[in-house]
């Protein structure tokens, strides 16, 4: 059975730093580019963040280039995000979701986790 | 900014059929690139329904129903998510997402079935 167990939200304060996880499980992990979306409470869907299967190319969406770093580890089928810096405008929960393909290309987030929920707050 | 535009609401009456819209914005034509639509209930994560391009290059997610259908209205310049038969459970909110360069999410229809 496909699993994306994402976990490490909580409440931060304002310029603090969060480590999200995600652990994968009825797949082949390392076949599979992995992405990042986010959704604020009551809002809609936004992309953060993708990473190619191997690990060795990653993107980002403008808003968070150079605040959020996406990594992998194969060995462990868990991907990683890293936010620093947060602000109360990145309060939201965040999804990973699979890509249908090892490549960041053009195609669809065919499964998601449940999501972690990341409040910043004073 | 590439936008894609979805009406906040939608409704249509059981059994009836739905016809959900996810307009680019003007400088992109929506004839050159795959429309995605997911399906998002309350409380719960996304699910991915199809993506469309041409009557010839679509695909069904996993366990969806073909009842759920995409096409492109090329003089609108608009993906759209056609739902026929529709059903309680279909109530729900409607996503679409494209990729001009990264990926874009459309802001959401929250669909009544009445």
């Known amino acids: 059975e496909l699993q994306l167990l994402e976990s490490g939200g909580g409440l931060v304060q304002p310029g603090g730093s969060l480590r999200l996880s995600c652990v994968a499980s009825?797949?082949?992990?390392?076949?599979?580019?992995m992405t990042w979306v986010r959704q604020a409470p009551g809002r809609g869907l936004e992309w953060v963040s993708a990473i190619s299967g191997s690990g060795g190319n990653t993107y980002y969406a403008d808003l968070v280039m150079g605040q959020f770093t996406v990594s992998r580890d194969n060995y462990e089928n868990t991907v990683y995000l890293q936010m620093n810096n947060l602000g109360v405008e990145d309060t939201a929960v965040y999804y990973c979701?699979?890509?249908?393909?090892?490549?960041?290309?053009?195609?669809?987030?065919?499964?998601w986790g449940q999501g972690t929920l990341v409040t910043v707050s004073s | 900014q590439p936008v894609l535009t979805q009406p906040p609401s939608s409704s249509a009456s059981l059994g009836e059929s739905a016809r959900l819209t996810c307009t680019l914005s003007?400088?992109?034509?929506?004839?050159?690139?795959?429309i995605y639509w997911y399906q998002q209930k309350p409380g719960s994560p996304p699910r991915y329904l199809l993506y469309y391009n041409s009557d010839s290059d679509k695909g069904q997610g996993a366990g969806i129903p073909s009842r759920f259908s995409g096409s492109k209205d090329a003089s609108a310049n608009a993906g759209i998510l056609l739902i026929s038969g529709l059903q309680s459970d279909d109530e729900a909110d409607y996503y679409c997402?494209?990729?001009?360069?990264?990926?874009?999410f459309g802001g959401g229809t929250k669909l009544t079935v009445l």
């Open positions: 997402m494209f990729w001009p360069s990264n990926v874009v």
């Open positions: 009825g797949f082949t992990f390392s076949n599979y580019a």
């Open positions: 979701a699979r890509f249908s393909t090892e490549l960041v290309v053009v195609t669809a987030f065919d499964f």
């Open positions: 003007s400088n992109i034509n929506v004839v050159n690139y795959k």
